[in-house]
């Protein structure tokens, strides 16, 4: 375990910035495992390729992801002054979000509940 006080372990931990470009995207109304199909494709890939691979990936997901990357690429260009040609995608990754609970009528009185996912999608640039 850690030696110290927790405020102090919180203060040490968050500390430490992370500099790299980055874009996150939450209650994006898609499942994460939808997401996830995409993400695994571009993974590794440098910024063109991958937009490549987007742009032509027939999933609803690949649009959202897609305008995602292009944001984190403008944060790479305008925040941190890096080369939009050099750049690769380190992480990307989906967590879950909040579910929306809707109800829809069966037979006989009864009823189904649909969830309607949400997830929260990250993407994280860096340069070669």
Known sequence: MAKGHRSQIKRERNAVK??????KLSYARV???KACFVL?????KDVK???A????NPRYASSII???LRSAIANAENNNGLNADDLYIE?????????MKRIRPRAQGRADRIQKRTSHITIVL???
């Open 66 to 68: 897609l305008k995602l």
């Open 91 to 99: 992480e990307c990754y989906a967590n879950k979000g909040p579910t």
């Open 126 to 128: 860096n340069e070669r």
């Open 53 to 56: 691979i987007l742009m032509y």
């Open 40 to 44: 695994d494709a571009i993974r590794g």
């Open 49 to 51: 390729t991958a937009q």
């Open 31 to 33: 499942s994460v495992q």
């Open 18 to 23: 992370d500099t790299r470009p980055s874009a």
